[in-house]
């Protein structure tokens, strides 16, 4: 029986206090009675459960004052691991973590026609067998997968819909939660990519301490979502373009302006002038600061409704382009002038960069086995 299903006899009580000990551990004793208003003989209860399936471990010691040392309680980093998968447009990002969240092992594969599902399943199943060999005497089982995929998804049954623009056909209406289950016999879970990024920002990383934040991603797509007080907004079988189909022109959207894919139809032919994003898209200073520029007219309107006090920039044009991304927040912050009781934190890349996605898929696989 997978490790996973033990954990179906812990109560919710117990799972909610893992979940709790998981994001803001290491903790004391005192500590997690007096935050959550529980009684010392009710914790010891609850937690004596996690201590016997592996789950949490006392990490270290503290001294008290008139007191013995009090232990403190953190997840089991040694026993259970995480899978985590970003499916974009441009690759694909796999990472195998411990309970923490810590990454121990990695891959990426590049997405393009030849990508199949089939192809997909094998490099898991080897990246499987790769951490087992691995780890084998630290004994960090993989508890299951979790999947963070561009849109649309239905969400329900695991359906990848029709993923706009992405380079291989053959992901086009597929089940692929069941898809990748049936393959590598583990639990296998789906969702946004981009609300998964934003789950792991707000839950650990720079969004943690703010009320109202969007995560965009600019790339050959651009994808959003935004958390209201920690709170993820749904979308629609998890479409992730509601900003980038703001429409700024008569006829054009941010899409049309500041998508890798809109600007490659004006590429400039003269490479010692252009700037190369990801190797395959050269483009000159002027097309850059245009870009940025009309995307901050969206950016500020768009800050402005939704009263955003955090925004996560990142995606190629972010992280590749220093002159796209500081035009985009000099820019922005200009036309936020005329609404001076906001206050807007802006984060290049979030805490984890890259792997926002593929770590908020390891998140929510979490909240499916422990909520």
Do not use: W
């Not at 441009?90 to 990426?108: A, G, W």
């Not at 969206?298 to 002159?323: A, F, T």
């Amino acid at each position: 029986m997978p490790s996973s299903q033990y954990f179906t006899t812990l109560s919710k009580e117990s799972k909610n206090l893992f979940l709790f000990i998981q994001k803001n551990g290491p903790l004391t004793k005192k500590f997690i009675s007096e935050t959550l208003n529980i009684k010392l003989t009710t914790l010891n209860r609850l937690l004596k459960p996690l201590f016997e399936l592996n789950l949490l471990q006392v990490t270290d010691y503290i001294s008290q004052t008139g007191g013995r040392p009090s232990g403190l309680i953190d997840v089991n980093t040694m026993h259970y691991g995480f899978m985590g998968l970003d499916i974009s447009r441009l690759y694909i990002n796999i990472i195998f973590t411990n309970l923490k969240l810590d990454i121990l092992h990695q891959t990426q594969l590049t997405v393009d026609s030849s990508m199949t599902p089939t192809r997909l399943t094998q490099e898991l199943n080897q990246f499987i067998q790769d951490i087992q060999q691995n780890y084998k005497t630290s004994h960090p089982e993989l508890l299951g997968i979790g999947i963070g995929c561009v849109g649309p998804i239905d969400e329900d049954t695991g359906y990848l819909l029709h993923p706009e623009r992405f380079p291989s056909s053959h992901f086009d209406h597929i089940d692929l939660r069941v898809t990748i289950a049936n393959a590598t016999g583990y639990d296998t879970y789906i969702a946004s990519g981009s609300q998964l990024a934003l789950l792991a920002e707000v839950t650990f990383g720079v969004g943690k301490d703010h009320d109202h934040v969007a995560y965009i991603n600019l790339g050959e797509g651009i994808r959003n979502s935004t958390a209201i007080h920690g709170n993820l907004l749904s979308m629609h079988d998890s479409h992730e373009d509601a900003f980038s189909k703001m429409q700024l022109t008569y006829n054009k959207t941010i899409d049309d302006y500041a998508s890798l894919f809109s600007l490659r139809k004006n590429y400039s032919t003269d490479t010692k002038k252009a700037h190369t994003i990801i190797s395959t898209t050269p483009l000159l200073n002027d097309q850059l600061i245009n870009a940025a520029e009309m995307t901050a007219i969206g950016l500020s309107n768009y800050i402005r409704l939704l009263s955003l006090d955090c925004v996560i920039l990142s995606g190629p044009m972010i992280k590749e382009s220093d002159l796209f991304y500081g035009t985009l927040y000099d820019k922005t912050l200009k036309y936020l002038k005329s609404t001076p009781h906001l206050h807007v934190s802006f984060s290049r890349g979030g805490s984890f960069d890259h792997n926002s996605i593929a770590l908020g898929s390891a998140y929510h696989l979490a909240l499916q086995l422990f909520l």
